[in-house]
């Protein structure tokens, strides 16, 4: 078991910035490929931002945030980001840590983000 714990969450006023952390074992980040996603009311769970392997190496982001989020991790630090700008209220939602590989898929528990005036 992979336990992730996000933070960083809260309301933010349209076109605000946040940035959301996730803390994960060491090992987790040379083992499994690690992502962002969210979640919003009445909505399935997305896709937000990813790394394309265990290595880091490139990102991919989903095309409603492109331009606007940024993923990064730190090794160092047993962390992973997400840096968000611009926000829109349609960005509001839970958004999750993920790690996956190994045939496993670990979520953390979501941090709310709320965009509104």
């Known amino acids: 078991q992979v336990q992730l714990v996000e933070s960083g969450g809260g309301l933010v006023p349209p076109g605000g910035s946040l940035r959301l952390s996730c803390v994960a074992p060491a090992f987790t980040f040379s083992r499994y490929v690690m992502a962002w996603y969210r979640q919003a009311p009445g909505k399935e769970r997305e896709l937000v931002a990813a790394?394309?392997?265990?290595?880091?190496?490139?990102?991919h982001y989903a095309n409603s945030v492109k331009g606007r989020f940024t993923i990064s991790r730190d090794i160092s630090k047993n962390t992973m980001y997400l840096q968000m700008n611009s926000l829109r209220p349609e960005d509001t939602a839970v958004y999750y840590c993920?790690?996956?590989?190994?045939?496993?898929?670990?979520y953390g528990q979501g941090t709310q983000v709320t965009v509104s005036s």
């Open positions: 790394f394309s392997s265990s290595a880091g190496g490139t990102t």
């Open positions: 993920n790690a996956r590989g190994w045939g496993n898929d670990y």
